[in-house]
């Protein structure tokens, strides 16, 4: 359904069990860059109001998500914790070359987010499915439905507004890169790492 290209390896998540802390942390700053990223797409993008609409019911449901993961770490005793690199993200962006058209860049950014958004949910249902702590793996569960939905409204907005044609052609590149990444990746106790 996520057209990914290379899964995850399922050994990820005994990684992820293991340092399960370390992927709460990460887990919420996922979240609040995810709303970051839709308010961005508002301030940046403001001419669209159907996205417009979209991206502010989109930060409120990413903040609620990182309220939801800030408060399971509450309930364990952790702090939050100061940001870390997304490697996954940092290798993502190399993909598009900078400059061109204002709408180019638009549906870059939708491509962007809609593979994040993928890999998310990927990930997550690993969680789901593997975690031994039966609460930590129905709140992976919950959230993995609400990434598929973002998933497919941000690939769906990049197809309204591109042709669709080439949108489909630049997914299915953008997929295969993602993949080339993902074969160094899957070893750390990241969301995407």
Not at 29 to 43: D, G, P, R
Not at 96 to 124: D, Q, V
Not at 145 to 163: C, I, P, Q, W
Request: glycine share 4%; hydrophobic share 40%.
């Amino acid at each position: 359904m996520l057209g990914l290209k290379l899964p995850t390896d399922p050994r990820w998540a005994n990684i992820a069990e293991k340092n399960i802390e370390e992927i709460l942390i990460d887990h919420a700053w996922c979240e609040q860059k995810a709303a970051s990223t839709a308010i961005s797409l508002i301030v940046t993008y403001p001419e669209y109001p159907e996205l417009v609409t979209a991206m502010t019911a989109l930060t409120k449901e990413e903040m609620s998500h990182f309220k939801m993961v800030h408060d399971k770490l509450l309930e364990r005793g952790l702090t939050l914790g100061r940001d870390r690199k997304d490697e996954y993200v940092l290798q993502l962006l190399k993909f598009f070359p900078k400059g061109g058209s204002r709408l180019t860049n638009l549906i870059h950014r939708l491509l962007y987010a809609a593979l994040i958004e993928a890999r998310s949910c990927e990930r997550f249902r690993l969680l789901s499915e593997k975690l031994k702590d039966k609460e930590l793996a129905e709140f992976y569960h919950n959230l993995m439905v609400s990434e598929a939905n973002h998933y497919t409204m941000f690939l769906n907005f990049a197809r309204k507004f591109g042709d669709r044609k080439e949108v489909d052609q630049k997914w299915q590149e953008l997929l295969e890169y993602e993949a080339e990444i993902m074969k160094d990746l899957g070893t750390s106790e990241t969301v995407h790492g």
